[in-house]
């Protein structure tokens, strides 16, 4: 619509304290040129989705929360970033997605969090629609340990128009994970073509990344469009381990091919038939810790000297299946908006663990007389996850009601499914049962076992009411209430209120409170790992038990229930002229009952505790538990700026984020009382509280000239604080990673409006973590995966052609 562009403006503005400028500086620079007070436009909105509103006739003027709005073109076109994950990484200041790298399962998958917190206190929404997460549940690394999450890499970024970022809680108005905030992305149904190709590397030479990726939307008659998207996506390893390390320390391998199709087709007078599908495949490889060759203690424990005796490095490869798809039918009864709609998400990892050994198999072969030899690959079994959501929601707008009120309610039915494979009998089972051979399973990730295997289901029934009163021309009030009743731990009941008062033409203030709750993801209730170890000589299993098992009744570790947080949110927005508008915001969010990984509990650092797992053939076990309350408090503050500079336009944007978080108490089980170091370690405890920086802040500048366009972002990071193996206790410091800050460039050459070729570099200065000991940091490497990675300086090639 012609209008659609005055609505964008007005988001990016943040005009009446609607949205922030995060968005790119060329964006940004169109918005400029909206007058201060736009008037509102019933027929543009409705094409619209402003997440964290229900209202029907909704603008941005008429959010009363911070929402950030990010035009994707730009990134898509180009950004010298070829993923989601890693393109907001370096827009939104309260976004953090670090690749990981020595983290098992976590280096095959990005997880993404909001303003510090977990990966799975962030909820996902696709053109408005809940997005499954991932079947993975992180169990190493510096980051969300113990989450889940959503994986936004399963997305094209040719097929994003948009992505609007909800820095509040809204629980209370979507449900669970929407403690941190919400992140909603708007795909294309727009008509046209268009194609890009990229290529970049890092100037250590490795990590290639080839990127072919092309968008076509049609017509479909009586008005409709679809909008198909197919990508091919291939990362290529880096490593940056020190010569004569035998470690792989760097990106994971990747091959992601991905289709989107995005659409809707009117039926029947203003009702529509709308519908989403996503597929993609990742053929992915990482690269675990190295094994010693002859000389090393490695031999026979776990290696063998006949296969590989200078030692070797396993490699964890994961098939990744993603599955998205939402049907819907909106139209009207009567004076109210109906919107009926069935989302599905599915996915799947299964693990190969490849240049591996069993010892027990070759070593126990070696000692009866074989060749001392072992199969070099194992299929380690995976799990999976599945959703499916149905959704019913109504709304109508009463202009008679004080200056115009907005009501919506509606209800949601979810059910979810968890499942865990076994994997084969080699890469879990001891040889000879007694410990001759060497260490039993695959080496670098030893497969599930039978007794692992799982297939469990819930379901969720959710009612909520939605009010939204223009109370007067300058005072808005919006309210929610929500209760969802889950089949496996019960009910919640979650509330919000919001208000924004315009003190002036120019000024606007705004804040919120709101309860919210997150469900224990399934993943955690039911995860189960098992590998055989031996301890005193004596074969006995190390288990991550799942909740209501056996062992974990023994440890008497109650039933998982749901984290409830308080979230308060107060700020203002400021727009002196039509050149520059300002946004602050700070935040509390206060989480009761945070779910965890515990720490290994085993006969030397829990005696009595030790002796009943032995009773069960077990040495030692983990938990998931609800032990922890945290407090997060914050700040965002945003600036956008339009100016010029010579004959040619200059934007200028900053985005800043300052987020601490911090333990305020440590709930244990009665079981468990006196052995909270156990429970939740100095280790541990900073993973929680520093698994992310704590400030961030984007500078961005944005030149065009004629056909020439000119971008440079200064990123500055914060300072880290993470724990290590042998703790303060034993006189190690903490690993400290010092501030740092990073720099992108490109230029962009225009040949046309219909074609563009960009080149350029990220962190152009080659910046990199400070050094850590190695023997005690996350990943075994001189530092962890913090900040913004570890491999230095890229360069980038991106060429853009519109049909």
């Known amino acids: 619509m012609a209008t659609t562009t005055t609505l964008r403006r007005a988001i990016l503005l943040g005009l009446y304290g609607a949205a922030s400028a995060t968005g790119l500086s060329s964006t940004i620079a169109t918005a400029q040129t909206a007058p201060a007070a736009e008037k509102k436009d019933t027929t543009v909105v409705e094409a619209v989705t402003i997440v964290g509103t229900r209202r029907v006739n909704a603008s941005a003027t008429d959010t009363v929360v911070p929402v950030d709005f990010i035009p994707m073109s730009k ?40 303003r510090g917190l977990g990966s799975d206190q962030t909820l996902v929404l696709v053109n408005g629609k809940r997005k499954h997460t991932t079947a993975l549940v992180n169990l190493f690394g510096a980051r969300n340990r113990g989450n889940t999450g959503t994986d936004l890499n399963t997305i094209p970024m040719l097929a994003i128009d948009s992505v609007q970022v909800l820095r509040d809680g809204a629980a209370a108005q979507y449900g669970s994970d929407a403690i941190a905030g919400v992140i909603d992305i708007t795909l294309k149904k727009r008509t046209g073509c268009e194609a890009v190709l990229g290529y970049g590397q890092y100037s250590a030479g490795d990590g290639k990344n080839t990127l072919a990726s092309a968008y076509c939307g049609f017509a479909t008659g009586n008005g409709g469009t679809t909008g198909i998207t197919a990508e091919f996506l291939d990362r290529g390893r880096s490593n940056r381990a020190e010569a004569g390390n035998p470690r792989i320390i760097g990106d994971t391998k990747t091959q992601n091919a991905t289709l989107y ?67 819907g039918y909106k139209r009207q009864i009567g004076e109210w908006n109906a919107d009926f709609s069935q989302t599905y998400g599915y996915n799947k990892l299964k693990y190969n663990i490849s240049n591996t050994l069993n010892a027990s198999i070759a070593n126990y072969d070696l000692l009866h007389g074989g060749a001392g030899r072992s199969p070099t690959a194992f299929n380690a079994g995976g799990f999976s996850f599945s959703q499916l959501t149905t959704n019913a929601d109504f709304s109508r707008f009463f202009p008679a009601v004080a200056n115009g009120m ?73 309210t929610a209430l929500r209760g969802e009743h889950y089949s496996d731990f019960g009910s919640t009941l979650t509330g919000k209120v919001a208000a924004s008062f315009k003190a002036s033409d120019q000024v606007l203030l705004r804040g919120s409170a709101s309860t919210g709750f997150r469900a224990p993801s399934l993943q955690q209730v039911y995860f189960s790992s098992t590998f055989t170890d031996f301890i005193s000589g004596q074969p006995l299993d190390v288990v991550l038990a799942p909740n209501g098992s056996a062992i974990a009744n023994a440890a008497g570790i109650p039933k998982l229930k749901e984290e409830k947080s308080n979230n308060f949110t107060l700020g203002m927005t400021w727009n002196p002229s039509k050149a520059l508008a300002v946004t602050a915001d700070l935040y509390q969010i206060d989480i009761k009952d945070r779910i965890v990984l515990s720490g290994r509990f085993d006969a030397d650092n829990y005696p009595s505790l030790g002796a009943t797992l032995a009773a069960l053939g077990v040495g030692q076990a983990q938990f998931f538990v609800n032990s922890v309350n945290t407090r997060t408090q914050g700040l965002d503050l945003t600036v956008a700026h339009k100016g010029e500079l010579g004959r040619g336009k200059l934007n200028t944007f900053l985005a800043f984020n300052y987020s601490k978080t911090r333990v305020t108490g440590v709930k244990t089980p009665a079981s468990l009382a006196g052995f909270e170091d156990v429970l939740l370690s100095e280790r541990e405890r900073l993973f929680i509280e520093q698994g992310g920086p704590r400030m961030k802040a984007t500078l961005g500048f944005d030149h065009a000239l004629g056909p020439w366009e000119t971008s440079l972002k200064v990123i500055h990071f914060g300072s880290q604080t993470l724990g290590t193996f042998s ?77």
């Open 75 to 114: 990134s898509a076109e180009q950004g010298g970033q070829f993923d989601l994950a890693q393109s907001l990484q370096y827009i939104s200041p309260s976004f953090n997605s670090t690749r990981q790298t020595g983290a098992d399962g976590a280096d095959l998958v990005d997880s993404a969090a909001l």
């Open 261 to 327: 199709v995005n659409g809707e087709v009117p039926v029947s007078g203003a009702a529509k038939l709308y519908y989403t599908f996503g597929y993609q495949t990742r053929d992915a490889s990482s690269a675990a810790f190295a094994r010693g060759g002859i000389g090393s203690d490695d031999i026979p424990s776990r290696n063998s000297a006949t296969m590989y005796p200078d030692g070797f490095v396993p490699f964890i490869n994961g098939d990744i299946e993603d599955r998205y798809m939402t049907v």
């Open 406 to 478: 907005n009501v919506a309610f509606g209800a949601e039915y979810r059910r979810e499914n968890y499942q865990i494979f076994a994997g084969e009998l080699g890469s879990y089972n001891d040889a000879d049962g007694v410990g001759f051979g060497g260490n039993a399973g695959s080496q670098g990730f030893p497969g599930f076992q039978p007794g692992d295997a799982t297939s469990k289901s819930r379901n969720s029934v959710a009612g909520y009411v939605d009010v939204e009163t223009d109370l007067t021309t300058r005072l808005k009030l919006a």
């Open 727 to 803: 703790g303060t206790a034993a006189g190690v410091p903490n690993a400290r990673y010092a501030p740092k800050t990073s720099a992108d460039l490109a230029l962009t050459y225009a040949f046309d409006k219909n074609t563009k070729v960009t080149i350029g570099g990220n962190n152009i200065f080659n910046v990199k973590p400070s050094k850590q000991d190695p023997n005690e940091t996350d990943n075994g490497f001189i530092y962890d995966s913090v900040q913004f990675g570890l491999n230095g300086a890229s360069y980038f090639i991106r060429f853009w052609k519109k049909f």
